[in-house]
C-alpha cells in the first residue's frame, strides 16, 4: 500500500480533505490531522491510538506497527504502508475520522453505507 492508496478510498469520506503536516501529506478532517506520511515516505502516523492499545498493536505484528521514541509519550502508532493491506489501515482511519466528523457527515455517510 502507498499513501495515495490511502487518500484514494479515505478522501471519499465527507469532510476529509488533502493537507500537510510538519511538511508531509497528511489527510484532515475538519482541518484536524486524520493521518499523516512520516518523513521516511513509507509509514503513515495514526494518532489517537491509546498507548495499551499501541503496546498490543506493536507486540502482535512488530513488523506492520511500531514507534519511536519520538512517539513514545504519545497515542500515536506508525505503520508501515508497505507492509500493509486496505483490512490494516482503515479501521483505525475511519475510527479517527468519526472522532472528527461532523454529525451531519457521519450521518450522510452511513446513510450511504
Known sequence: MTFDDVRKFVLTWPEVEDGTSYGTPALKVRKKMLARLKEDGDSLVL?????????????????????????????????????????????????????????????????GE
Open 47 to 111: 494518532p489517537d491510538v491509546p498507548t495499551d492499545e499501541r503496546a498490543m498493536l506493536v507486540e502482535s505484528r512488530p513488523m506492520l506497527f511500531y514507534f519511536t521514541d519520538h512517539y513514545a509519550d504519545y497515542p500515536m502508532v506508525l505503520i508501515r504502508l508497505s507492509k500493509a493491506k486496505r483490512a490494516d489501515v482503515e479501521p483505525f482511519l475511519r475510527r479517527r475520522w468519526r472522532i472528527l466528523a461532523s454529525k451531519s457527515a457521519r450521518a450522510q455517510y452511513d446513510a
